[in-house]
């Protein structure tokens, strides 16, 4: 029987509200027979329909749409056999640029210049009374700042951290809430908003007001009511406002100080203000992914430290916030504080910086709840104070975009296992509205070069849609005149740093903007996200070779050694400035990548004029780089790992030269006893520039190695998250802060980059690698090694789900895949045998190959 397994409207299954005037339309086709394929499908909404094959992003084409308008969109379909099926969604639009009716309101009376410090927070407050018979009543909402919303007592919504971080000098997202079965003849509406991003203290140099000189909030309440008529309540001077209320103090870095004792109809309220925004950006629909929270974590062990403090252990490393269910008196002040490790069995917060990661509450009388709302911490340990165990039931919730779990991977090897779940946990505690580098320190900032780096791993893990879009908007607006992509995607400047100050061309950072969308692609097979992001990667380029040519002069100008790079950033061993000065193979190496990538996007968008270009580009850097950073036998002076990984997997090699460079990479790992030696660059690479090369045994060496510097050694010695630094935990139990190595105390036990090896564990090990755009087609070709006897592989792609679990068992290699409706798959066994299969569920063996 033909089904349809997902329909989605702008990425999403349900609860869609959208200003795109153009939604797109998703969706694929299981069924229980074999080789089956889409003949066709019609897709009606709103009186238009459009006959097609296709099944991914496919965008209306009809009448103008209303906006505050609710529409069904229904998907028919027919297999090449006859069968049908069909499925329907229904979605929202929203204001659809509908002028605001509500101002923006601020406290006019509060003035915030102090340095380095978190502004008071806003509460604002708003009774409505004598509302009609209701249909329906939806709040739209934005803020500058970070908003939490309360109607009646309760919480409005699931979100935290609203409206999102985005780069608000260009764009700003609204938030869309039901509330009709919520109001009351007599109603009560609390908006509390903190500094955030746009006004609190952020980055490590601890900048405020970015955006805003203080808060301000931006509400409408429409009603429609039952005999047809539309009210509109909008903030105004009518509000009132106070920084009395319970939440004292609001930050990411330090935290939350919450009040519970403090009695709204006892403090001080004053009218709002209207407040006159200094920047404009274009206010949009919610198009990111909401933070929310997910998994509930109890308590591993409880232990009281010699310092007096409780100890609460909840075995996992994460961000996110406690949840306390407690008794106690008013009066009362508790103080839970957070940190990734504990050395001498207390707290160790020294890798934090500035970051306090305290929640401070002060109680009522009683049986009484409490969880942070407008803060987050990274965290495995939490410490008490001001309370007894006994009066104490601690959980903890972990808070990340609510992205959905799309990939999964496991195998005969436990701590392969283990490192599998810590790049999923480095991951969501980094996907917090933004792609961050970290979730506990005084940072917490979009980075562009780890999730360009880790970008494919992220796509097979999850759904990355929504997210990366989002983002990705940022970049474009965020990319300057030259060309230059900045450090950190939204722009922050840092003072003093004028390499984060000024977006410029940095490899592997700023070639997020191609490397992001391409996995993207790779993954989804959205072709309309790459032509959107076209323009951006051929102006990156543009800046790319320009500073590579700049004062040189033949095949050197095609070597990049201006202006900045992070170079082989983290690899172990050195310290920061040796990192740095390997810039010149990485970038060189990059630019080789970046245009072979984009001559590819070129051809997918038919611009082949382009494609020539950048691949002749692609092939001069790769010339340059043989020649001129190689010797004749492809040695590289002076040697390091990535300096042959890049160009091996970067496809910048002839075949003769790559035996001669996969040789010597060889030759370097085996006398390094198979410990890991490359910084962000290479790390993602380094087991296929072996695999790839005739030296899959070594990768899977490489792989299993459990001592330091290993992905293995931090799981062995209890990692359950990935860490910035390979030794970030010494052998010795010392922790390394990089207070020696030029960094500044540079270290976390919570950073995805990585994690990037997860590609290999997916392409190579479960053998599940994309051909097409979104698994149209795709290979599955197992890599076994090392011992290891049965892997499992599964991705949810856009055509469906698609697996591969294989065991080798007495001899005998048996594999079962699945392939969905529509796809192809091409399937290598070890012997070599090839099979092209169809859609469907699939079984064989084979003797085992020696």
């Not at 979605?91 to 923006?104: D, I, N, S, V, Y």
């Not at 946990?425 to 961050?436: Q, R, Y």
Request: hydrophobic fraction near 35%; include cysteine; proline fraction near 4%.
């Amino acid at each position: 029987m033909l089904r349809i397994g997902r329909l989605t409207v702008e990425n999403l299954t349900k609860e869609c509200v959208t200003d795109n005037p153009r939604p797109r339309f998703s969706y694929y086709l299981e069924s229980d027979r074999e080789n089956v394929s889409l003949k066709s499908a019609v897709i009606r909404m709103n009186g238009w329909s459009t006959v097609t094959e296709d099944q991914v992003a496919v965008p209306y084409g009809g009448p103008e749409l209303e906006p505050f308008t609710r529409y069904a969109v229904t998907v028919h379909v027919t297999d090449d056999a006859g069968e049908t099926a069909e499925a329907r969604m229904d979605f929202e639009t929203g204001r659809l640029h509908t002028p605001w009716t509500a101002k923006w309101i601020t406290d006019g009376s509060y003035h915030f210049k102090e340095a380095k410090i978190s502004p008071k927070t806003m509460t604002f407050r708003k009774k409505i009374d004598g509302i009609r018979e209701v249909k329906s009543a939806k709040l739209y909402v934005t803020a500058l700042g970070i908003y939490e919303l309360q109607l009646n007592g309760g919480k409005v919504g699931n979100d935290y951290f609203a409206p999102g971080f985005t780069s608000y000098r260009h764009q700003l997202q609204y938030q869309t809430y039901d509330i009709t079965d919520s109001l009351r003849d007599t109603n009560e509406l609390i908006a509390v908003v903190g500094g955030g991003w746009a006004v609190g203290a952020f980055t490590y140099k601890r900048r405020n007001r970015v955006y805003a000189k203080r808060q301000a909030l931006l509400c409408e309440l429409r009603i429609v009511h039952t005999d047809g008529s539309t009210e509109v309540i909008g903030t105004d001077e009518t509000w009132s406002v106070t920084e009395d209320g319970r939440y004292r103090e609001t930050e990411f870095y330090n935290g939350e100080v919450y009040d519970a004792a403090v009695d709204y109809d006892q403090i001080s309220w004053r009218n709002a203000a209207l407040e006159e925004v200094r920047i404009h950006p274009e206010i949009t629909a919610q198009y990111g992914v909401p933070v929310r929270a997910h998994e509930l974590f109890q308590p591993v062990s409880v232990t009281r430290a010699k310092s007096g403090m409780l100890i609460y252990d909840f075995g996992q490393n994460f961000a996110g916030v406690i949840c306390a269910r407690l008794r106690g008196r008013k009066g009362q002040r508790i103080v839970w504080k957070h940190a990734e490790i504990l050395m001498g069995g207390e707290l160790y917060t020294e890798p934090l910086r500035t970051a306090r990661q305290e929640a401070v509450y002060c109680c009522v009388d009683g049986e009484q709840t409490y969880s942070p709302r407008m803060t987050y911490m990274g965290f495995r340990y939490v410490g008490v104070e001001g309370i007894e165990e006994k009066d104490l039931e601690l959980t903890a919730a972990a808070l990340y975009s609510d992205i959905e779990e799309t990939g999964d991977f496991c195998c005969s090897h436990d701590l392969v296992n283990q490192l599998q779940s810590s790049i999923k946990w480095g991951a969501k505690s980094n996907f917090v509205d933004i792609p961050t580098d970290c979730p506990q320190r005084d940072e917490r900032m979009g980075w562009t070069g780890d999730i360009a780096l880790f970008s494919p791993t992220a796509a097979y893990n999850f759904n990355m849609s929504r997210f990366l879009e989002k983002w990705l908007r940022d970049v474009k607006s965020e990319q300057s005149r030259g060309g230059g992509i900045p450090m950190t995607v939204p722009l922050v400047r840092v003072p003093m740093q004028w390499e984060i100050m000024i977006p410029m061309a940095v490899d592997h950072w700023g070639d997020a903007c191609i490397l992001v969308p391409w996995a993207e692609y790779r993954a989804r097979g959205d072709r309309d996200l790459l032509r959107r992001m076209y323009p951006v990667m051929k102006r990156y380029i543009g800046a790319c070779k320009f500073w590579a040519g700049l004062f040189s002069f033949g095949k050197h100008r095609r070597i990049w050694k201006l202006l900045h790079h992070y170079g082989d950033w983290c690899a172990p061993g050195i310290g920061m400035w040796a990192w740095m000065g390997r810039g010149k193979w990485t970038a060189t190496a990059c630019l080789a990548n970046s245009s072979r990538i984009v001559s590819e996007i070129a051809g997918l968008l038919g611009e082949e004029e382009d494609a020539a270009y950048y691949a002749k580009l692609s092939a001069e850097t790769s010339a340059a780089y043989r020649e001129i950073l190689m010797e004749k036998d492809g040695r590289v002076r002076p040697e390091f790992q990535t300096a042959y990984v890049l160009p091996l997997y970067y496809q910048m090699l002839s075949a003769q030269d790559k035996k001669k460079a996969a040789a010597h990479l060889v030759r370097l790992i085996r006398e390094n006893d198979y410990h890991i030696g490359t910084g962000f660059p290479g790390t993602p690479f380094v087991l296929f520039a072996l695999a790839d090369n005739g030296y899959g045994e070594d990768a899977c060496r490489m792989l299993l190695t459990d001592t330091c510097p290993s992905w293995l050694y931090e799981m062995k010695v209890g990692g359950t998250t990935i860490w910035e630094r390979w030794d970030a935990l010494r052998e010795d139990g010392t922790c390394n802060t990089g207070a020696d190595d030029g960094t500044g105390g540079m270290v976390s036990f919570n950073h995805y980059a990585s994690g990037a090896v997860g590609d290999f564990l997916y392409r190579r090990i479960a053998g599940i690698e994309a051909l097409e755009g979104g698994y149209k087609s795709f290979q599955i070709e197992p890599l076994m090694g090392g011992g290891i006897t049965w892997a499992k592989g599964r991705v949810i792609t856009a055509y469906g789900p698609v697996s591969s679990e294989w065991e080798l068992k007495n001899g005998i290699f048996t594999i079962t895949v699945e392939v969905p409706v529509g796809t192809v798959c091409y399937l290598t066994m070890p012997s070599g045998t090839k099979r092209t299969l169809g859609s469907g569920k699939y079984t064989m063996s084979e003797g085992k190959q020696k």
